[in-house]
């Protein structure tokens, strides 16, 4: 699937949004989707997108320059705060790139990543958040001379033989490794409260099933 996403200014700030779309659709079609499989086209102010990504002037979240959420809109939407980016000394189209990225990748803010064989243990199952900039989110690099963000890619969430990069620019050693002020949020379940099945009780039963999974 290629999403459709819209890029809109509400900031104060005279940006040049065809410059800023079209550094984030490189780094969309040249690096992110070869890598996760997920395509988006990005154009300017329409009413029919799949997404939202949208500029802003200053932040509504302490200590947040930028926030990508569903619940509470009518689709997937991103928010980047302009202002908020320039006073902390960080560049605002990374910060764009790191929700837009962030966005594709888990648009219902619901996903989670089964990381247990690289973290868990016996006991415990360890569920990642699959955000796919936090960890890296101090680390970025230029495309046109506009600065976007680093990612993980899917290694990341799983212990790999050697070989494999965890982000795209290589930064990192291990899967589940942070960067320089990088972070990522996970849920660990105990044992007995792990993997389960739902199903229909009322239904005959059937000597087989179709798919155990």
Not at 97 to 122: C, K, Q, R, W, Y
């Amino acid at each position: 699937m290629v999403y459709k996403v819209n890029l809109v200014n509400e900031s104060s700030f005279n940006i040049d949004l065809q410059q800023l779309a079209s550094v984030l659709q490189k780094q969309l079609d040249e690096h992110y989707t070869p890598i996760w499989g997920i395509g988006a086209e990005i154009e300017l102010e329409v009413s029919d997108s799949d997404m939202d990504l949208i500029l802003k002037d200053n932040t509504d979240v302490v200590g947040a320059l930028g926030y990508h959420v569903y619940e509470g809109y009518a689709k997937p939407t991103a928010f980047v705060f302009v202002k908020t980016s320039m006073d902390d000394g960080f560049p605002y189209s990374a910060v764009a790139s790191h929700e837009l990225l962030e966005m594709l990748t888990n648009p219902f803010v619901n996903l989670f990543v089964d990381a247990s064989a690289n973290d868990g243990g016996i006991f415990l199952t360890k569920f990642v958040f699959r955000e796919i900039c936090d960890a890296v989110e101090e680390y970025t690099y230029q495309i046109d001379n506009t600065w976007v963000s680093d990612f993980v890619t899917p290694y990341w969430f799983y212990e790999t033989e050697s070989g494999n990069k965890y982000d795209y620019l290589g930064k990192l050693t291990s899967s589940l490794a942070i960067g320089q002020g990088g972070y990522y949020s996970y849920y660990m379940c105990y044992i007995g409260s792990g993997y389960q099945e739902y199903y229909d009780k009322k239904a005959k039963p059937r000597p087989h099933r179709i798919c155990k999974h």
